[in-house]
């Protein structure tokens, strides 16, 4: 089987290279010994090895994280060996894992491990689907907790993992999960809440509209806004304003008669005052473009010069350097004799090419008469632009001068016109106004209806994708028959109960277990009352063995997601002080069971224990006591 994950070797190393190594078969395994024989420990540092982001000293022990250095785990995952090896020795390797001399982050190998157990990781929602809480990946650290019940996991399904988290790897193990939260549901969702804000910020819009609208315009205006209503309006809006227009024009037209003419001086001096401000701009703007050119002219003569600089010392430079010969040879620091034939090195003996010192030079000489030509250049230039510069700013001065002088000509002439201004005239203008803006007001609503129909476009294409997206999901749910699969798994359950009840009457005196799988949570009954508030002490540890038979029961079945490995670490005592001692051998009979069908030849169960006194299996006895 393909899904199937069996450990063959734990060992565990000491700084010296010591080792102490422990053999597991598939099968039922019995990890035995007295309390303090570190049962435990030692599948607290398999948890570790399989994939823990968090630190050696937190879990599993701060005298063993300094006693060991190294853990090593054979296991068959999926269908082929690995050795998966943690170090913790050195500080940067605490939070990696190597996997067949591979290394990588703890979180790359939970991913590598669920691609080669051959399970898709889903994303599942916590609490209400459309809420703001983000959705988790269900990766392979929350299916650890349910495959291994650690020592101090007796009184829940999995510690440490919310019942919704429980819910999504009990669906991912029936083989549910992939079909309930596929993909196409996150975004689903995401597009369902994207819609209800896109409806609820229409309407905030729409109210913020209407609310505008009454303070602007009258009642009968904002009866029914629409764009046909505001086009009309505006229409409107536009006439009046050409009316008024009409009428200011002829107005002015009987002042004119009534006004004495303009001399000629005054006609003369208002042309050249607009032929002044224009020539004041285009000499504003050329003086600009001259202070911009000057500037760029300066950074280059900046550059030039470094050049120049650059070249001076590469000329001392050759002047120095060009007498060193090689006196030594690069391989071997002999010394050699500066003695061969022409054309001929006399370190490697090869042909070389002629060189002449007089091109070299030439070459030189030229690159440095070509950048102080460049330099001479830029300095003209320089010079040519900083004169006219300077001559567009005493023209520009002369200007402003001149322009004042005209309009201090020009003020009796203005204030005259002023004081005879009618005051028909400023109230046309004033209506011409508020027209105006009342254009703009609507104008401003048609933009706001505008908006407000962009959004109503982006709800129907939104709804569209949903309704594709439903069809999806409805059809891949429909595939996870959450009903059938709540029944199959109680089913489950109630046989290794039944099994208890056929080794030891006295076992199980509790009703039947039922599942209810619901798409967000799962509820499981003894009789008509939650487990958990039904069960305590002794009957919580044989439902929980329960429970984890079930899964392991999944393992043959192609549908589902199991793994096949089952870690059972059973408490010497359990919450209402109760021993287990007594109870070790005919709470496995069940799993002994199952484990001897021929489809399950290739499941591990692990399991601690003080003795399992003649219970068949592979026995892996610890002796020494630690202290």
Same mark, same amino acid.
């Given at each position: 089987?393909?899904?199937?994950?069996?450990?063959?070797?734990?060992?565990?190393?000491?700084?010296?290279?010591?080792?102490?190594?422990?053999?597991?078969?598939?099968?039922?395994?019995?990890?035995?010994?007295?309390?303090?024989?570190?049962?435990?420990?030692?599948?607290?540092?398999?948890?570790?090895?399989?994939?823990?982001?968090?630190?050696?000293?937190?879990?599993?022990?701060?005298?063993?994280?300094?006693?060991?250095?190294?853990?090593?785990?054979?296991?068959?995952?999926?269908?082929?060996?690995?050795?998966?090896?943690?170090?913790?020795?050195?500080?940067?390797?605490?939070?990696?894992?190597?996997?067949?001399?591979?290394?990588?982050?703890?979180?790359?190998?939970?991913?590598?491990?669920?691609?080669?157990?051959?399970?898709?990781?889903?994303?599942?929602?916590?609490?209400?689907?459309?809420?703001?809480?983000?959705?988790?990946?269900?990766?392979?650290?929350?299916?650890?907790?349910?495959?291994?019940?650690?020592?101090?996991?007796?009184?829940?399904?999995?510690?440490?993992?919310?019942?919704?988290?429980?819910?999504?790897?009990?669906?991912?193990?029936?083989?549910?999960?992939?079909?309930?939260?596929?993909?196409?549901?996150?975004?689903?969702?995401?597009?369902?809440?994207?819609?209800?804000?896109?409806?609820?910020?229409?309407?905030?819009?729409?109210?913020?509209?209407?609310?505008?609208?009454?303070?602007?315009?009258?009642?009968?205006?904002?009866?029914?806004?629409?764009?046909?209503?505001?086009?009309?309006?505006?229409?409107?809006?536009?006439?009046?304003?050409?009316?008024?227009?009409?009428?200011?024009?002829?107005?002015?037209?009987?002042?004119?008669?009534?006004?004495?003419?303009?001399?000629?001086?005054?006609?003369?001096?208002?042309r050249e005052a607009a032929e002044l401000r224009?020539?004041?701009?285009?000499?504003?703007?050329?003086?600009?473009?001259?202070?911009?050119?000057?500037?760029?002219?300066?950074?280059?003569?900046?550059?030039?010069?470094?050049?120049?600089?650059?070249?001076?010392?590469?000329?001392?430079?050759?002047?120095?350097?060009?007498?060193?010969?090689?006196?030594?040879?690069?391989?071997?620091?002999?010394?050699?004799?500066?003695?061969?034939?022409?054309?001929?090195?006399?370190?490697?003996?090869?042909?070389?090419?002629?060189?002449?010192?007089?091109?070299?030079?030439?070459?030189?000489?030229a690159e440095q008469r070509h950048i102080e030509?460049?330099?001479?250049?830029?300095?003209?230039?320089?010079?040519?632009?900083?004169?006219?510069? %300077?001559?567009?700013?005493? *023209? $520009?001065? @002369?200007?402003? +001068?001149? =322009?004042?002088? #005209?309009? !201090? /000509?020009?003020?009796?002439?203005?204030?005259?016109?002023?004081?005879?201004?009618?005051?028909?005239?400023?109230?046309?203008?004033?209506?011409?106004?508020?027209?105006?803006?009342?254009?703009?007001?609507?104008?401003?609503?048609?933009?706001?209806?505008?908006?407000?129909?962009?959004? %109503?476009?982006?709800?129907? *294409? $939104?709804? @569209?994708?949903? +309704?594709? =997206?439903?069809? #999806?999901? !409805? /059809?891949?749910?429909?595939?996870?028959?959450?009903?059938?699969?709540?029944?199959?798994?109680?089913?489950?359950?109630?046989?290794?109960?039944?099994?208890?009840?056929?080794?030891?009457?006295?076992?199980?005196?509790?009703?039947?277990?039922?599942?209810?799988?619901?798409?967000?949570?799962?509820?499981?009954?003894?009789?008509?009352?939650?487990?958990?508030?039904? =069960?305590?002490?002794?009957? !919580?540890?044989?439902?929980?063995?329960?429970?984890?038979?079930?899964?392991?029961?999944?393992?043959?079945?192609?549908?589902?997601?199991?793994?096949?490995?089952?870690?059972?670490?059973?408490?010497?005592?359990?919450?209402?002080?109760?021993?287990?001692?007594?109870?070790?051998?005919?709470?496995?009979?069940?799993?002994?069971?199952?484990?001897?069908?021929?489809?399950?030849?290739?499941?591990?169960?692990?399991?601690?224990?003080?003795?399992?006194?003649?219970?068949?299996?592979?026995?892996?006895?610890?002796?020494?006591?630690?202290?």
């Amino acid at each position: 089987m393909g899904n199937r994950l069996i450990i063959h070797e734990l060992v565990r190393v000491e700084p010296s290279g010591a080792a102490e190594k422990l053999e597991f078969k598939t099968g039922v395994n019995l990890l035995v010994g007295m309390p303090n024989t570190g049962k435990t420990q030692w599948l607290r540092m398999l948890d570790f090895v399989l994939g823990d982001i968090g630190k050696p000293e937190e879990a599993f022990d701060d005298a063993l994280a300094a006693k060991y250095v190294e853990m090593r785990v054979l296991a068959t995952i999926g269908d082929r060996q690995s050795t998966v090896v943690r170090r913790w020795q050195d500080p940067r390797m605490k939070t990696k894992v190597i996997v067949d001399d591979v290394t990588m982050t703890a979180e790359e190998f939970n991913e590598h491990l669920l691609e080669r157990l051959g399970i898709t990781p889903v994303k599942y929602p916590q609490g209400d689907a459309h809420g703001p809480r983000t959705w988790p990946t269900l990766g392979w650290r929350s299916l650890l907790r349910q495959i291994y019940r650690r020592q101090d996991s007796w009184t829940d399904i999995a510690t440490r993992q919310w019942d919704v988290e429980q819910h999504a790897v009990l669906l991912q193990f029936l083989g549910a999960a992939e079909k309930l939260f596929v993909s196409q549901y996150r975004e689903l969702v995401d597009q369902q809440n994207e819609v209800a804000a896109l409806r609820a910020q229409k309407e905030n819009f729409q109210n913020a509209l209407n609310m505008v609208t009454r303070e602007l315009l009258n009642e009968t205006e904002t009866l029914s806004l629409t764009d046909e209503v505001i086009n009309t309006r505006i229409g409107d809006l536009k006439k009046t304003e050409g009316e008024i227009d009409q009428q200011r024009a002829a107005f002015v037209e009987g002042l004119r008669t009534q006004v004495t003419p303009k001399r000629d001086e005054e006609t003369a001096l208002a042309r050249e005052a607009a032929e002044l401000r224009k020539r004041r701009d285009e000499l504003t703007g050329a003086r600009t473009d001259a202070r911009v050119h000057l500037a760029e002219m300066h950074e280059l003569r900046e550059k030039l010069l470094g050049e120049v600089d650059r070249l001076g010392r590469a000329k001392v430079a050759g002047t120095v350097f060009g007498r060193l010969k090689v006196t030594h040879c690069p391989a071997c620091d002999q010394a050699v004799e500066p003695e061969s034939a022409p054309g001929i090195c006399y370190v490697c003996h090869r042909h070389t090419e002629p060189y002449v010192v007089r091109d070299a030079k030439r070459r030189f000489a030229a690159e440095q008469r070509h950048i102080e030509g460049e330099l001479q250049e830029s300095d003209e230039v320089i010079k040519d632009t900083s004169s006219s510069h %300077a001559e567009l700013g005493r *023209e $520009l001065r @002369a200007v402003n +001068a001149r =322009l004042s002088e #005209v309009e !201090q /000509a020009l003020a009796p002439a203005r204030a005259q016109l002023a004081d005879i201004m009618p005051p028909e005239l400023r109230e046309m203008d004033e209506r011409v106004g508020v027209v105006r803006e009342r254009v703009r007001q609507m104008e401003g609503f048609r933009a706001a209806l505008n908006k407000r129909q962009d959004l %109503a476009k982006r709800v129907d *294409e $939104l709804e @569209a994708l949903i +309704a594709k =997206l439903e069809q #999806v999901v !409805q /059809a891949s749910r429909g595939q996870a028959d959450l009903e059938q699969l709540g029944d199959l798994f109680a089913d489950r359950i109630n046989n290794y109960l039944t099994l208890l009840r056929e080794v030891n009457p006295n076992s199980w005196t509790q009703s039947h277990v039922s599942v209810e799988l619901q798409k967000r949570e799962t509820k499981i009954r003894i009789g008509s009352r939650l487990w958990h508030k039904k =069960l305590g002490g002794t009957m !919580q540890l044989y439902f929980l063995l329960a429970y984890n038979h079930a899964l392991l029961s999944l393992f043959p079945d192609d549908w589902a997601r199991y793994p096949g490995l089952a870690i059972i670490d059973v408490p010497a005592k359990l919450e209402d002080g109760s021993a287990t001692a007594d109870k070790e051998n005919f709470v496995l009979e069940p799993y002994l069971a199952l484990l001897l069908r021929e489809d399950m030849k290739e499941a591990q169960l692990i399991v601690t224990g003080s003795s399992f006194e003649n219970f068949p299996g592979h026995r892996i006895e610890l002796k020494h006591v630690w202290t």
